[in-house]
């Protein structure tokens, strides 16, 4: 087996002893504080200093989980991917995107020479940096929605990725002027409340947003919910493949075309 908790890192056994070392002192400073304070459980005797040294190990539990999203969050901003971020936790790369779903990914700019010598002079083939991209997932499947976060994400460029669990809250998200304008929207059509069908009717009436290109992901490969789609001006219909590997490279050769081929509108 070669997942990512199997994986020992040097020093183990001593960073675990001083990990322990330092919990323990940290929890017996935080129960006499308690104990003091009467903060802490009413009761006496040797109940009553246990269940402080709990709540002490509580606040310590909640502290550490907070502070390893934010570590994680600065790690994923400064270059590294949901495998780096699991070999760290010491857990699987699944379980670090479950564990921290939605980071928003970037490398350092890479540039990226422009390669069609014949059509361009020697001033425009200089290096192009690349820039982050915005996503907006519309989703109401957890588990899909995670593969396709994976997918995104695993990309050469930066990708920033919001999400919305059906039209209404897409709707919310597309017309907060806190949130920033998504450069393409991944819409699945079977949702509550508000469908991706109508969803996409709104979105392609509406002036503002209607240049946002829109891909429908979905599982459904009937013609009626293709035609329907793309009477609406959906961008491109995709079914969600069965198959793994195949669902993973359908969103993939998604991301290349729209955010790495294709010329989008620019947003001011």
Not at 18 to 47: I, K, S, W
Request: aromatic share 4%.
């Amino acid at each position: 087996m070669h997942g990512t908790s199997s994986v020992v890192p040097p020093r183990h056994n001593e960073l675990v002893s001083l990990a322990e070392q330092a919990v323990e002192e940290l929890a017996g400073r935080l129960a006499a504080e308690a104990l003091r304070g009467r903060e802490g459980p009413a009761r006496d005797g040797d109940a009553g200093e246990a269940l402080a040294r709990l709540q002490a190990l509580s606040y310590i539990l909640n502290a550490a989980r907070n502070r390893a999203a934010q570590a994680a969050s600065a790690a994923a901003l400064g270059g590294a991917g949901y495998p780096d971020l699991g070999r760290a936790w010491g857990i699987t790369r699944q379980g670090a995107r479950r564990r921290w779903p939605g980071l928003v990914f970037a490398t350092p700019p890479q540039p990226r020479p422009i390669t069609d010598r014949n059509t361009r002079s020697t001033a425009v083939n200089a290096l192009v940096p690349q820039r982050a991209y915005h996503v907006l997932l519309v989703e109401d499947d957890p588990a899909d929605a995670l593969l396709i976060e994976e997918a995104l994400s695993e990309g050469g460029v930066a990708r920033a990725i919001g999400r919305a669990d059906d039209g209404i809250e897409a709707l919310e998200y597309l017309r907060d002027p806190e949130r920033p304008r998504p450069d393409l929207i991944v819409l699945d059509l079977n949702m509550p409340r508000m469908n991706g069908r109508e969803l996409l009717a709104v979105l392609k009436e509406d002036a503002d947003l209607c240049t946002i290109p829109v891909v429908v992901l979905t599982t459904s490969a009937t013609p009626d919910d293709v035609s329907a789609a793309y009477q609406r001006h959906a961008n491109a219909y995709v079914t969600k493949p069965v198959n793994l590997d195949d669902f993973l490279q359908s969103v993939r050769s998604i991301d290349q075309f729209f955010l790495e081929t294709a010329t989008i509108p620019v947003q001011e």
